[in-house]
């Protein structure tokens, strides 16, 4: 295999984080508005724990995306 196919072909895998980092994401804030709608009197203390998931989500799809602009730019 040629090896700036094999560079190519790892960025792509390693850009499929930043997918899951927005499902992650998505998950996080779905199940808090499901939860915060059967009991709204527990939302205001889980809603701050609802941003620490969905930051913990996005550093992670960041870092996804750093190693894909890595595999591209800097790997020879």
């Not at 390693?14 to 984080?17: D, K, L, M, T, Y």
């Given at each position: 295999m040629d090896p700036v196919a094999a560079k190519y072909i790892g960025a792509g895998l390693?850009?499929?984080?930043m997918g899951a980092a927005a499902v992650g994401v998505g998950l996080i804030f779905g199940n808090f508005l499901s939860g915060a709608l059967r009991n709204p009197s527990a939302a205001d203390g889980q809603f701050g724990r609802a941003f620490i998931g969905a930051a913990l989500a996005e550093g992670l799809g960041i870092?996804?995306?750093l190693v894909a602009i890595l595999l591209l730019f800097v790997m020879k």
């Open positions: 390693a850009a499929i984080g870092f996804a995306f």
